[in-house]
């Protein structure tokens, strides 16, 4: 029979016991450093891109005690928001979208982030604008006027983006029955019938967009003319032409003309120098784990790294860049370093 003593006795032992694993965990903790990347849905590229470079700098960094993780979100705008609350120490970001921020236009217009600063350019954000062939007229991107037509997740970069675009076209959102879903859920819609067409920005190949080809979806990604882009680029001169090469997609012989804008990875000044330094460090002097991890991840190099950046660099990537004989913009030099 157990006593109440014994029972007073179990307890306290086992209150010293959660107490020494708490301590020896606090101590096991203490030198490292937890890091986490802002992405997007699972179906499009940021997410693979994000816990790919996660997985290399944990690899790469464990005697730094430097840890690092993916996680989804609803994309660059949320990212934004995860960065400024220190939710995400790194976020991939479209272009336009850390423009606006870093800028405060549109969304951010009460509310910019002066704060932001990039590490790299990553790859292009191509941009598929998908519809069902049935819908289709003159196979471009102004054939989605009067569908139902997904422009991406609420607060998602996809959204943001996809009604600029749409104002170069002197479309809004009156012009289409709009929808609100990921890449994944946006080809499930189309596939059953609930939906026309959406949005998919990604670099190529993009999962949904493959899987909508090889499953027998009758849509297709529509193109963008010469004249769409010259008035899109007037809304926010952030894109520019992109080659969609033939056998990228199942079934899909032929090039697709389309346009693209950089996405970026981006983080807060507020991350210290040192490990923006050994992150960017690490990432490029392990590029073919990078490839490996995703086709778009083929378009980093040093030569390409800066392209198309407008937000100035992080101190601890001008660091590097400048080590490794990257000539740096006198724009992206960071404030910090004058």
């Known amino acids: 029979m157990i006593t109440k003593k014994t029972k007073v006795i179990f307890t306290v032992i086992g209150l010293l016991l959660t107490m020494v694993v708490g301590f020896r965990a606090a101590a096991i903790n203490k030198d490292k450093q937890f890091v986490s990347v802002a992405t997007a849905s699972t179906g499009g590229t940021y997410y693979p891109i994000g816990v790919g470079m996660a997985n290399i700098w944990s690899t790469h960094l464990k005697e730094e005690g430097i840890r690092a993780s993916g996680q989804s979100s609803a994309g660059s705008i949320e990212n934004i928001d995860l960065l400024r609350k220190g939710e995400a120490q790194l976020a991939i970001l479209q272009g336009l979208i850390a423009t606006d921020a870093y800028t405060g236009v549109r969304n951010f217009e009460e509310n910019r982030y002066k704060d932001l600063r990039t590490i790299s350019m990553l790859w292009p954000n191509v941009e598929h604008f998908v519809l069902m062939n049935n819908k289709i007229n003159t196979g471009t991107i102004e054939d989605i006027e009067g569908n139902r037509f997904s422009v991406g997740p609420q607060a998602s970069g996809t959204e943001q ?50 899987d909508m080809y090889a499953s027998g979806v009758k849509a297709s990604v529509l193109e963008v003319t010469d004249e769409q882009l010259n008035t899109i680029n007037q809304e926010s001169n952030s894109w520019y032409r992109f080659t969609i090469p033939a056998g990228t997609y199942p079934k899909v012989d032929k090039d697709i003309q389309t346009i693209a804008q950089p996405n970026l990875l981006a983080v807060s000044k507020q991350l210290d120098e040192k490990t923006v330094y050994l992150l960017t460090k690490t990432l490029y002097e392990n590029l073919d784990e990078m490839y490996a991890v995703h086709s778009s991840a083929k378009n980093m190099t040093l030569e390409t790294a800066l392209d198309g950046i407008s937000v100035p660099l992080h101190i601890g990537a001008y660091k590097y860049f400048t080590e490794a004989g990257v000539d740096v913009p006198e724009e992206l030099i960071p404030p910090e370093a004058k």
């Not at 499930?188 to 990604?202: E, I, V």
Request: glycine share 12%.
């Open 161 to 210: 983006s996809t009604v600029v675009m749409m104002q170069g076209l002197d479309l809004t959102k009156k012009d289409i029955r709009p929808e609100y879903l990921g890449y994944d859920d946006t080809i499930s819609a189309m596939r059953d019938g609930r939906l026309d067409g959406g949005s998919l920005p990604a670099g190529i190949p993009t999962s949904a967009i493959t």
